[in-house]
């Protein structure tokens, strides 16, 4: 691609000032996501003996849970999630540590409940 007019050095540029402010909300803005990962948590406590629908809700919380590390605790953008968990892994190990339950074979659902609640609650009641 030709940019012969500069437009795309200027995009860029816009970005990398943007992005270097940093990730901000509203002060209510908490109460969504809050509301969000609850009611996820609540449905794979109604599903926990059917894996099917259990691991539908499962699957959303932990995106964003992925993500609300960033935004909510770390006030940030999200980073996609190859470079996500490996930078919560060395920059967040009792969040991981969670995560990684929420994704293991050998934990009970009981149990992905459970450090889905921890999740919840380093988010949102620290």
Same mark, same amino acid.
């Given at each position: ?23 901000? &909300?509203?002060? +209510? &803005? ?38 609300? &590390? ?16 490996? +930078? ?39």
């Amino acid at each position: 691609m030709f940019d012969t007019d500069g437009q795309g050095v200027r995009v860029l540029n816009a970005a990398k000032k943007h992005y270097a402010k940093g990730f901000s &909300w509203p002060d +209510t &803005w908490p109460n969504g996501p809050k509301l969000f990962m609850a009611n996820k948590i609540g449905a794979m406590s109604d599903y926990v003996d059917e894996p099917e629908i259990f691991q539908k809700y499962l699957s959303t919380f932990y995106e964003r849970a992925l993500n609300y &590390w960033y935004q909510v605790l770390r006030k940030k953008f999200s980073q996609p999630v190859y470079l996500a968990v490996e +930078t919560i892994k060395n920059d967040g190990p009792e969040y991981f540590a969670h995560l990684s339950a929420l994704a293991s074979l050998s934990v009970t659902n009981q149990g992905k409940i459970d450090h889905a609640q921890k999740i919840h609650a380093m988010l949102f009641e620290a």
